[in-house]
Nanobody, 114 residues
Framework: VQLQASGGGLVQAGGSLRLSCTASSSILSLVYMGWYRQTPGKQRELVARITRGGSTNYADPVKGRFTISRDNAKNTVDLQMNTLSPEDTAVYYC?????????WGLGTLVTVSS
């Protein structure tokens, strides 16, 4: 499975962005998909993930501001990011997991200016 992330860019604090992760094949083959982010010198961290059944969980810093969703027909998983702050600036990555294999997309840069 190949994952392609898109939608990053530059936004002012308080603004919104929507990231999209498109899979090359059916996302129903993936147990869950998620968005992660990484800043220089720090480990990649979970932002949000969604299971095949639609259950979601979010990292505490983004709860109430970010929403992850999936469209099985389009093989996409989106991350709607609202009320962005400079602390959200990072490279965002899409990840998909089967029972034993993980797939990562190339990152998309999100920059939030103050």
């Amino acid at each position: 499975v190949q994952l392609q992330a898109s939608g990053g860019g530059l936004v002012q604090a308080g603004g919104s962005l929507r990231l999209s992760c498109t899979a090359s094949s059916s996302i129903l083959s993936l147990v869950y998909m998620g968005w992660y982010r990484q800043t220089p010198g720090k480990q990649r961290e979970l932002v949000a993930r969604i299971t095949r059944g639609g259950s979601t969980n979010y990292a505490d810093p983004v709860k109430g501001r970010f929403t992850i969703s999936r469209d099985n027909a389009k093989n996409t998983v989106d991350l709607q990011m609202n009320t962005l702050s400079p602390e959200d600036t990072a490279v965002y990555y899409c990840r998909g997991v089967t029972g034993s294999v993980e797939y990562w997309g190339l990152g998309t840069l999100v920059t939030v200016s103050s």
